[in-house]
């Protein structure tokens, strides 16, 4: 009686261990019942109990919310936080086209979900390379702006962030100005401050906690004090930002 009780229990144990079922909770809320073969430091390794005989599959544990094992044990994974720095740095890399240096200071608050930024222009471009695909600046050296930006992320700080948002800029130019004499006698130097306004659309790659790359495309309107109306204008930028 004593022996078959000990058989009635190992077979129940070598039952329950072929046919137990690991559980892994995604980040996006996918649940998937499973056959953990090996948890690594940064991987995880399994088989799908529905097809057993298949191929493994590993999974890095970045995309996984916490594994519950079929003995009970439950481990969890604290995903990438991406919001766990509030303060960038960018440099706009394309702004190098034109002569100029642009960098960034941007502050987020709401939870990732809004982005205070304030820009620094400053150029060493030369009236002949006046002209330019960021600005249009076709009479005007440019010679530093600044401004303020606001950023509004819909879905906060993830790994690919949109946003959108509202941009003011002043700043500085200086040009020719024609005299009361002829064209070539009366060409006088003169600066000028200009305004402008913009709505903004962007997106945020995030690479890891500490850097990241975006990209922004801006549409609105420029004026330049004292040369009339003011003008349609477009921004762009492709950005390289370090968080802290």
């Known amino acids: 009686m004593f022996r078959c009780c000990i058989w009635s229990i190992l077979f129940w144990v070598s039952f329950s261990n072929l046919f137990a079922q690991d559980t892994i909770v995604f980040n996006k809320n996918i649940i998937e019942e499973v056959k953990i073969l090996e948890i690594g430091t940064k991987t995880i390794k399994y088989k799908k109990t529905s097809f ?5 599959y590993i999974v890095s544990k970045i995309d996984v919310r916490k594994i519950i094992l079929s003995n009970g044990d439950v481990e969890e994974y604290t995903p990438m936080d991406f919001y766990g720095t509030k303060n960038r740095i960018s440099f706009v890399v394309t702004s190098l086209l034109s002569a100029r240096y ?9 939870n990732g979900k809004l982005g205070v930024q304030i820009p620094l222009v400053l150029s060493a471009e030369s009236y002949r390379m006046a002209y330019d695909f960021v600005d249009n600046y076709v009479d005007y050296e440019h010679i530093f702006a600044s401004g303020v930006n606001l950023n509004f992320y819909p879905q906060g700080q993830k790994k690919v962030s949109y946003y959108l948002g509202g941009t003011f800029r002043s700043g500085l130019v200086e040009g020719y100005e024609r005299g009361n004499y ?15 306004a913009y709505f903004t659309n962007g997106v945020l790659i995030n690479t890891g906690k500490y850097f990241a790359f975006s990209s922004y495309f801006s549409v609105g309107a420029r004026e330049v004090i004292g ?8 921004l762009f930028g492709v950005v390289l930002n370090v968080k802290f």
């Open 102 to 110: 642009t960098i960034m200071y941007e502050r987020l608050l709401l």
């Open 52 to 56: 057993l005989d298949g191929p493994d």
């Open 227 to 234: 040369e009339g109306p003011a003008v349609v204008n477009g």
């Open 182 to 196: 002829d064209w070539w006698g009366g060409n006088t130097r003169v600066n000028r401050t200009f305004y402008g």
